[in-house]
């Protein structure tokens, strides 16, 4: 009852353990409330509160459950993966329990919609400008109904998030965490909280960028937030990775099959340019076996999304679908204690992904495509036909990403031992695409973590040197061997054309045989046109960091460089920061297992850089 009486605080929040607000009489009216949990007792005083305080302009119950007692009409004992859930029917409504941090007992969080009707009745007597309810759990029609009795005095539902006049806004899960929605037992975003979203969005009218990425969205929810999405006539940029965007099963009411329906197509109707001028669209369909029982990948999105890309009124040129899966898995067998990729050999696969296997050739039928990210898509040996056929409709194409496809360049090795005795000469899959790059027009070009051999790094340097554009690329991750690493070097001294390389961890750094042709690297060096080189995480001796930095010192075009540094060379690279008024930004990486950087050798580096080189260490 206080809290009908404060005179004195300009924000207050509401803890579990009770509010102490005797002390808070006297001075200015409360305008802003938060709490963080809240029963239907304290709700109703709250409430209260709202209405003879007009002064009150700000309520958040963000990620708060309103709950209170209901009818317990059977319990549930069920298993979702590894984890045991203990449920029960009240109301008529599913509702699951955790167990308390301490003890063994079991505490249930009912929501009571009744309770919310009241907040719905009381918000037109109120002053309330905005007020956050995302993660409050409610119904769809609980929240429209809240929608429609707040009217247009509520400017944000989402407790002004998105700022105004914003170009970008990010609703990511890393800066808006929601709950475990205890109702549905999932992680996913509510329908109720994409359409506040929603609402917001639609006042955004700036907003060229928005970002959702991890919040698992389901179809139904999309159609809602889509609709927001699709009221900004300047959005440009799109980002929704690691979703949930699965067809509604047979047992599903009409009503999610219909909701879902709807999602998608308001979706596609976005990146088909019906609405708006969507240029770059960044999106994944999370697998649900990371969070539910084992299912599957679904595509039924991406076919519906690809279908609408192909309109000629579409105006996406940029695409990312970076961790979708776009080639059938092969079946795995059984035999004895391993398990091997038998039936590939024979064309088989797994009957559960058959659907990937459509998405390539609706992929070909873009054109307008200026960058595509296709990182980690379970690309195989066998999909490098319709790989290159997809890169050749779109001749524009100036960005590729196909890092972490390993067995798209490794499988065909598998497929080598077993003509081992074959005296036909060995015919390199992978050859429509090194002539392709040969003729592309490429600027960037991204093969990290694919397992590249020496043998791939020669047909690569051949195809760049051949007359291809690129000017930028990134071969890190692939564990080469002395062969591999001399191809290394060879390629930056045949392609004079790069710009920027990037060979992070090319080697291992845990094993010291395996340390860096600096020798090779330096008269690389020495005749590349360089602006840009990142190297680190490989391991360099004392010798070999010596001749790097002599190396360095005169180069007349580095303006960035990674690169790791032995201790017992940090005066040379102290004279090369000083010496080389080129470089402006030097990072130093040290392996981890040796500890970081000591103070006196910073201390060095760190005078010889002075303001004029920004200076990082990197461990």
Not at 126 to 143: M, P, Q, R
Not at 451 to 480: C, K, P
Request: some cysteine; glycine content about 6%.
């Amino acid at each position: 009852p206080a809290l009908e009486n404060i005179r004195g605080l300009g924000k207050l929040e509401g803890k579990s353990k009770g509010l102490s607000i005797h002390q808070l009489k006297g001075v200015d009216p409360v305008t802003e409330l938060r709490f963080s949990k809240l029963n239907h007792v304290g709700a109703a005083v709250v409430w209260k509160c709202i209405a003879n305080n007009r002064h009150l302009t700000s309520l958040s119950l963000r990620n708060t459950c309103v709950t209170g007692a209901g009818t317990v009409d059977e319990f549930k004992v069920s298993t979702s993966g590894k984890m045991l859930q203990v449920g029960a029917v009240v109301d008529g409504r599913t509702v699951f329990a955790r167990r308390r941090a301490h003890g063994s007992s079991w505490y249930l969080h009912l929501h009571y919609p009744a309770v919310m009707q009241q907040l719905a009745e009381i918000l037109p007597k109120s002053n309330l400008k905005i007020l956050d309810l995302l993660g409050t759990e409610l119904t769809l029609e609980e929240a429209k109904s809240i929608m429609a009795a707040a009217g247009s005095s509520i400017q944000s539902f989402c407790g002004g998030i998105i700022a105004a006049g914003a170009t970008e806004c990010d609703l990511s899960a890393a800066k808006l965490p929601l709950p475990f929605n205890r109702l549905t037992s999932s992680m996913s975003m509510s329908c109720a909280d994409a359409l506040f979203l929603s609402v917001d969005l639609r006042r955004a009218d700036t907003l060229t960028k928005v970002t959702v990425d991890d919040q698992l969205l389901t179809l139904a929810a999309l159609r809602y937030l889509a609709e927001g999405l699709a009221a900004l006539p300047g959005l440009k940029e799109l980002s929704l990775l690691r979703h949930d965007f699965r067809r509604p099963s047979d047992d599903e009411p009409d009503s999610a099959k219909a909701d879902a329906e709807a999602g998608i197509q308001a979706l596609a109707a976005l990146a088909g340019g019906q609405r708006g001028c969507l240029c770059t669209l960044t999106m994944s369909i999370n697998e649900p076996s990371r969070y539910l029982d084992e299912a599957p990948p679904s595509t039924y999105g991406l076919h519906v999304l690809l279908e609408a890309l192909a309109r000629p009124e579409s105006t996406v040129t940029t695409l990312g679908l970076a961790g979708e899966p776009l080639w059938p898995a092969p079946k795995l067998e059984e035999v004895g204690h391993h398990r091997h990729v038998a039936a590939e050999r024979r064309g088989d696969t797994d009957r559960e992904s058959e659907g990937c296997g459509q998405l390539l050739p609706m992929l070909a039928k873009l054109s307008k495509l200026t960058a595509l990210d296709l990182s980690c898509t379970k690309l195989r040996t066998a999909s490098v036909a319709e790989v290159v056929e997809l890169l050749t409709a779109n001749p524009a194409l100036r960005y590729l990403q196909l890092s972490r496809n390993k067995a798209m360049f490794c499988d065909r090795w598998a497929r080598g031992r077993v003509r081992i005795h074959d005296k036909r000469p060995f015919k390199d899959p992978l050859a429509p695409f090194w002539e392709w790059i040969a003729k592309s027009k490429l600027d960037t070009l991204a093969l990290a973590h694919c397992g590249l051999g020496s043998f791939d790094i020669q047909q690569l340097a051949g195809a760049i040197a051949a007359g291809s554009t690129v000017t930028e690329l990134d071969l890190s991750n692939n564990d080469l061997v002395d062969d591999g690493l001399n191809e290394l070097c060879q390629l930056l001294e045949r392609c004079s054309s790069l710009e920027s390389f990037t060979m992070r961890s090319v080697g291992n750094p845990y094993k010291p045989e395996k340390l860096f042709p600096t020798e090779g690297l330096a008269v690389a060096l020495a005749s590349a046109k360089l602006v840009s080189l990142r190297m680190g995480g490989n391991p360099l001796d004392e010798a070999a960091c010596k001749v790097l930095a002599a190396t360095l010192a005169s180069h007349e075009s580095l303006r960035e460089v990674e690169v790791n540094l032995h201790k017992k060379a940090a005066r040379d690279m102290a004279l090369v920061l000083e010496k080389n008024e080129i470089l402006t930004d030097v990072t130093f990486c040290r392996v981890r297992s040796k500890g970081p950087f000591d103070a006196e050798t910073k201390k060095v580096l760190e005078a010889a850089a002075g303001s004029r080189i920004a200076l990082s260490f990197v461990h």
